[in-house]
């Protein structure tokens, strides 16, 4: 069993920080988030190669904070592709914890399917 599994299905930051965080993920989005797709319980974000570091750094904290996620980290055809997956049990807040890392006005369909930038 994965430590995932029995992780609570919560953040750990506290509210100011929470604020802080969303606001530095949604600069990163803004400066280098080139692709979204969203498929069921997995989100994958393709990063320009400029923000490498600074998408590493926010694999390392969100892991900190949210340690019922899944992460996976790629750099491929010269992007850095990260793929969030959530558990199952989790599905009902999934639309709200994927939202944090899109640009505002994205929205995915009602039906679940892809979304793409």
């Not at 953040?11 to 400066?31: F, H, S, V």
């Not at 558990?87 to 399917?113: C, K, N, T």
């Amino acid at each position: 069993m994965d430590g995932r599994d029995e992780a609570p299905i919560a953040c750990t930051l506290q509210p100011g920080d929470y604020k802080e965080r969303l606001a530095w993920i949604a600069e990163l989005a803004r400066e280098g988030l080139l692709d979204v797709i969203r498929e069921d319980l997995r989100l994958e974000l393709k990063y320009a190669p400029s923000v490498a570091d600074r998408v590493r750094e926010m694999v390392r904290k969100e892991q900190q904070c949210c340690a019922f996620l899944n992460f996976d980290l790629s750099e491929i055809d010269g992007a850095v592709r990260l793929t969030i997956a959530v558990p199952e049990r989790a599905r009902e807040v999934a639309d709200a914890l994927f939202e944090q890392f899109w640009p505002a006005g994205v929205r995915h369909g009602d039906d679940g399917g892809t979304l793409r930038l």
